[in-house]
């Protein structure tokens, strides 16, 4: 009698945390470059699911909706036709909205902003990390400005959203201005992502002609956040013909979703509008975060094989050709890449990046 009132109580215990996780709040890790740099490849997340709408345990039938997202927020949605897969984006497009999304040339973004949007009233005023306003020109030595440019550096375009909000009223936009290569530096070293790291810090060899990657603040609503731009070809797939031009007007429940880490990201320009029936929940927290370096660590493996097969390789020599990252030094990557690719090789590289535990979004 006992074993069996304890079976039932255990059993009662594992149903109520599983509903309350299918139903109020759900842990997340992030896996993907996605959302670099507000969300790290390594990043744990709280997600809020009872943040939009009460669902019920185990269907996910929506109950009753508490509200819509806002824009600028983060959110966690089902994707078309997946729903058992999660993603998690930022909302910058809304229900009624006319949107456009442009490729513009960094060098020009000031120039063809003055030209063609103005900063949503939130952006106005916001300064960025480097003290900044939206609309300031600003000049980035060896990629814009009177510095001549430094190879291998090449400056990319970058993705611009402009809305009408409700189709009314000017263009508006959410004052887009870059930061100094030594912001993007040191925002992204730890992010996990060899396309996120600024050239210098890549191995002197084959394979590495990337393009430099560029943060650009913007402000919607009251959120502050950071983008990552490093393609020189922002090519997308419209929802329009005109997407680039006069824009496109959502659908009455149809929100438009961006990767703040922009050309790394499958969100709605792949994918589409996004319906809200879709949406699952909002990020709350972060609550753990490990920067385990797999991709780096990938890649220097690979780069090192190379090197011994060539005619002049020597054991030890892919130290030599190392990714230049301050919590992973090269004799760490030889160490943890190449000399040893046990299991627990990945446990010792680890680290805890700890400024970022119980960030908020």
Known sequence: MAQAINFVAVLAVLVFVTAFQESCLQANKIPAASMIPTLKVGDYIFVGKASLSLRAPFSGTELWRLRDPQRGEVVTFHPPDEDRVMYVKRVVGLPGDRI????????????????????????????????????????????????????????????????????????????????????????LSDAGSVGALQPEQRPNVGGYDLPTPILVQETAGQRDYVT?????????FALCPTMQTSGCV??????????????????????????????????????????????ICEEFARMSENMEGSADGEEGGGAAAAFDLPGFPPADQQAYCVDDQGSSSRFRRMHVRWERLWQGF
């Open 100 to 187: 456009r999304l442009r490729s513009v040339p960094l060098c020009d973004l000031a120039a063809d902003l003055a030209a063609n949007s103005q900063p949503a009233p939130a952006a106005q005023l916001r300064l960025t990390r480097d003290g900044h306003t939206a609309g300031e020109a600003v000049e980035l030595p060896g990629l814009c400005g009177s510095a001549a440019r430094i190879a291998p550096y090449d400056a990319p375009t970058v993705a611009v959203l402009e809305y009408r909000d409700q189709d009314q009223g000017p263009w508006l936009n959410f004052g887009p201005r870059p930061l100094s290569l030594a912001a993007a530096r040191e925002l």
């Open 228 to 236: 990552v731009e490093k393609s020189r070809d922002s090519s997308d």
């Open 250 to 295: 959502l659908p009455e429940t149809g929100y438009y979703l961006l990767g703040d880490n922009r050309d790394d990201s499958k969100d709605s320009r792949y994918l589409g509008v996004i319906d809200r029936s879709r949406m699952i929940g909002v990020p709350l927290r972060i609550y753990m975060s490990l920067a385990a370096y797999d991709e």
